[in-house]
């Protein structure tokens, strides 16, 4: 992680969801070489399957696929509060206008035309990738807000993951069972805690969960649980990365 603020695009993860095989393939090592991880996925069934057991960070998308068209995957994904947070991007033709004006509306993050060229492409993601929640916030800046040094902020972003990963393991078991009681009041202290330390990732995913849990039904409430497992696991490798 860069302690200039920079975000460390090994980190960043890009699922592409297209069905034409060489396109696929073409926007992979674009984002490959600019130093983007990536994951692919033929149409937007296995999209959700990716994004299921997955942290991603973009979504880049086609429109006309098998088994379910862009704006369909739009639809479902943007209904999905744990999913609606990741930023898309379409890829789309000049005759597809209307369907353009439809994925905006439904919350798209912005579009590039295809025949895609590796200068538009890398330009909108780094357009989106700046308004990412960052799993940290500048260490520099955290550190001298809290009065602390590098080894003492560490030490207490440690703690967080540490009893976080505790009360989770004890949290599933209820979890499993269907009581999320317990588990909607941990996301309300983890979120506290986080904001704290500039856990941003991390504060975002356990205050959406403090907030929707109480009300969602068992997949959602599931889905949240993961979420935060998910962002716990990323804290760890960011703060393994200080000082």
Known sequence: MSLNGE?????MKILIV????????????????????VLEAENGLVAFEVLDIEHIDVILLDVLMPEMTGIEFLRKFKSNPITARIPVILCTSVSEE??????????????????IN????????????????????????????????FAEYRELLTLLVD????????IGRKVEAGDFKDFSLFARDLSSSAKNLGANALHQAALDASAFVPNADKEVQEKYFLKIRSEIERLVEATSAIG
């Open 98 to 115: 209307d369907i353009v004006h439809e994925a905006l509306s439904l919350g798209i993050n912005g579009y590039i035309l295809k025949p």
């Open 118 to 149: 590796a200068k538009d492409l890398l330009q909108k993601v780094q357009e989106v990738e700046k308004k990412i929640e960052p799993v940290l916030e500048n260490p520099r800046i955290i550190t001298n807000k809290l009065g602390l040094d």
């Open 7 to 11: 975000k460390d695009r090994r980190n």
């Open 163 to 170: 009893d976080g990963k505790q009360r989770l393991k004890t």
């Open 18 to 37: 297209e069905d034409d095989i060489s396109t696929r393939k073409l926007e992979q090592m674009m984002l490959r070489r600019a130093g983007y991880g």
